[in-house]
């Protein structure tokens, strides 16, 4: 099935003016209907042209969020939670119409519990804020997905990224939220404890639903103990499959390692030119060890002999934060640094993730097919948890690279899903992989998503037509 | 509110004479309604009296509840998925009527990915069973409840136990699931990959739906690499506090202890007694550290240091994976042992589970009221994770210790939701925690609970009466 989403699926929605006045009269300047704003709050960093909606709300308080959403309610007008606008998949398009709830004022760290390692934050904060606010006290929250998203967002989208293949991702990591239903109530789930089984998890049943079940207004984290000794390395390869075949060496042993990012050489030269690295541009793992001195040390020794049977080269060392930051900085620039590669173009990004043990085709017969198509590309991959990215760069106006971009996506996916893996590793749905979703779970599952859906939101006006149509 | 629950909100629903027959066409004599075999269905290890079902059918295949679930489904019949019937809520008792499916005989383990740590295995597979089956490759499935639960039902009750405060919960790994709808229809959530971002997270809303929303059918787990080196140790210490506070200070420090379990002067006691092992009889913590040999004995000399400072003593070693296994068998005995302790007695079981700096407040208050009622208690606990069971023995003839044992339970939840824990830690809902539940949660996060049921259940039919009434 294709990816692409059919958007003639969806109909704007009428937007009644009494809607309008009741928003204006609660928000007044708080609620904006220019061009620019409604542009800037209709799309993502994905290739989609943006779908604005009809006025954005700048909530401030849970109580705005739930005023914003019974208005809705009233008037069964669609609204879309905004974050910062990192989303991959058009989660933020406002393919029906409606409003979107921009919560980036809503970047209070609420409370910090560091006794019992937990932080309570607004959904605006960001990962980058939070880790600001808490690293006087010895810890950090390890959520990592490149963009310095807001923590609401991330939890909507059930992101990870980096640190994942050791600290999980927002599925481990959230312990509680708040959230504002489709009928403008406030709900809590879940409680600071590290472990309930108080009932449904519908602390898990929020995150990773894309704003299609309610919007949060407050989520608590785990955070965790900044490691006493933290140590990164490069790890260059003859090839992309001798890193891959490290790296299911390294999980297969149990190694704890903290993260360990596959960059092609395709990768390695867009952030050598955009950052100034200087890398070698072989296919590499940039590897991360957090431990105590002597775990790192233990750890380090481990996976360099597993490198070296691999044909991997010694160890280059980041010996200080500042190289380090600089190495990471790069890694989560890679997206950019790509489009910067190619003036003009626009990314198609994937996002399947595997087994481990599948990993070496999966990524295998992805090289070989975008090799085959003559369209530029790179990978990059938080290999330690089978996901990987193949990123195609294409002419935005080129449909014909478009539907190859798409075709090659398509490929990599059914072949993921053949490998017993899934479409998205840490991107979400939203309106591209849809059809995927179906593949990967069949009608059955979805129609029992959708089941869900209908009982928490009966109006369908939270994020409608993300997922999968109604 | 009070934990009871108010069996008269439930009445046994018909169980027409067509679907009786109807069943006994298609399960021959895999379809008991013999006295002894509905009795043994209609319990648990709680202190309910029995509720048998009407019928147990004893399902081999998918297809055989399958079938079931579309027999019940048809006449409006209620069932209850029965797995070895180590529960402690109540979950088995038939309040509504209806039948018993009785899973213990979908007990293969259908397949096993070494490689990519991961086995998927039908319901009524045992913990115990699994790890014998997988110790040949060197890996392990951690999750420990003490009883030799069937995998279905600690997925379906959000088990966790003695090694959660390293390798999490059921929650954090249970990968997939095959279920069986209340239509009667098979659907798959999930896959082997270890992340997915792939719409509704209904694993996790399976999981710890105590049977309520679909019946497990297979459950794909993770695996973990028998560590290099584990090694056990007990310290004695001259207070629960101190015991407590060490294992605080344990976890702040962000050390990956594998186990830390809490056993009061009387459950250690009643341990010695039943499993003659000649411990003081002091309060104790009994400790597993998993790693590599430098890594054991780093996390060794750390904790070792921390007790010293609370008064904790010289820790004694269990060298021998024999002697290691003796007393972790012991430890597990002791619900058995605390009842052996107290002939012909009851035991009535806490679970609450708080954020760890809370947790020496949350005990030492539950010890003095325990104390001052003059009831025989005994107190077990995963610290690590906030969770702690204190044990009421009950003479089940006398009508006022039950009601004591009632009230200090409820002033322990009380406690236990003020320093924002959860009222179940690991043993779920089912009848006894009705009340509780909506003391924690709140009425309207209880009614999105319902929501979800009622739109994935309409006719209530799946366990009805646990968790909540609808």
Redesign the interface.
């Known amino acids: 099935m294709n990816a692409r989403h059919d958007l003639t699926a969806n109909a704007r929605r009428p937007v009644p003016d009494a809607f309008l006045a009741a928003l204006a009269a609660r928000f007044a300047e708080r609620c904006s209907r220019a061009q620019a704003v409604r542009e800037q709050h209709g799309r993502d960093e994905s290739p989609f042209e943006a779908l604005p909606p009809e006025a954005v709300v700048f909530c401030e308080t849970t109580a705005d969020v739930a005023d914003a959403v019974k208005l809705a309610a009233q008037h069964g007008v669609p609204l879309i939670p905004y974050g910062v606008g990192s989303s991959l998949e058009g989660h933020l398009l406002a393919v029906q119409g409606g409003i979107s709830l921009d919560l980036g004022r809503m970047n209070q760290v609420v409370r910090v519990?560091a006794?019992?390692?937990?932080a309570t934050v607004q959904p605006g904060v960001t990962r980058k804020q939070l880790n600001e606010a808490i690293k006087h006290l010895g810890l950090f929250f390890p959520i990592d997905p490149g963009a310095d998203a807001s923590l609401g967002g991330m939890a909507a989208?059930?992101?990870?990224g980096t640190n994942?293949v050791r600290y999980?991702?927002m599925?481990?990591n959230v312990l509680a939220l708040e959230v504002v239903?489709a009928a403008g109530?406030?709900?809590?789930?879940g409680?600071?404890?590290?472990?309930?089984?108080?009932?449904?998890?519908?602390t898990?049943?929020f995150?990773?639903?894309e704003g299609t079940?309610g919007v949060i207004t407050e989520v608590t984290l785990k955070l965790?103990?900044l490691?006493e000794a933290i140590s990164a390395a490069i790890c260059h390869f003859p090839s992309v499959a001798a890193a891959v075949d490290t790296t299911?060496a390294i999980?297969?042993?149990?190694v704890p390692i903290a993260r360990v990012e596959l960059l092609d050489a395709n990768a390695v030269r867009a952030v050598n030119k955009h950052d100034k690295l200087g890398l070698r541009e072989t296919p590499m793992l940039l590897m991360e060890f957090h431990g105590?001195d002597?775990?790192v040390a233990?750890q380090a020794t481990t996976v360099q002999g597993i490198a070296h049977e691999h044909g991997g080269e010694e160890f280059e060392w980041a010996r200080t934060p500042e190289e380090r930051t600089r190495l990471w900085t790069a890694r989560h620039r890679a997206y950019f640094a790509g489009m910067a590669a190619n003036p003009g173009c626009r990314t198609v990004t994937t996002?399947a993730?595997?087994?481990?043990?599948?990993l070496a085709e999966a990524i295998g017969e992805s090289v070989r097919e975008a090799d085959a198509s003559g369209l530029p590309y790179y990978i990059v991959g938080h290999v330690g948890?089978?996901?990987y990215h193949v990123a195609y760069l294409i002419d935005p106006k080129s449909p014909a690279q478009a539907d190859t971009a798409e075709r090659l996506n398509d490929q990599l996916v059914q072949r993921a899903?053949r490998l017993?893996?899934?479409?998205?590793?840490?991107?979400?749905?939203g309106l591209h992989?849809q059809g995927?979703?179906v593949d990967?779970?069949?009608e059955?599952?979805?129609a029992?998503?959708r089941?869900?859906?209908?009982?928490?939101d009966p109006q369908n006006i939270l994020n409608p037509g993300k997922?999968?149509a109604l």
């Open positions: 519990n006794e019992d390692l937990t989208t059930r992101a990870s994942a999980g991702t599925r481990e239903t109530e406030v709900i809590r789930t409680t600071r404890a590290r472990k309930s089984s108080a009932g449904y998890d519908l898990r049943l995150v990773g639903s079940l965790y103990p490691p299911i999980i297969q042993m149990g105590s002597a775990g233990e996002d993730c595997v087994p481990i043990s599948r948890d089978g996901n899903l017993e893996g899934t479409c998205t590793g840490e991107h979400g749905v992989k995927f979703l990967e779970t069949g059955a599952t979805v029992m998503m089941t869900v859906k209908r009982a928490m997922i999968f």
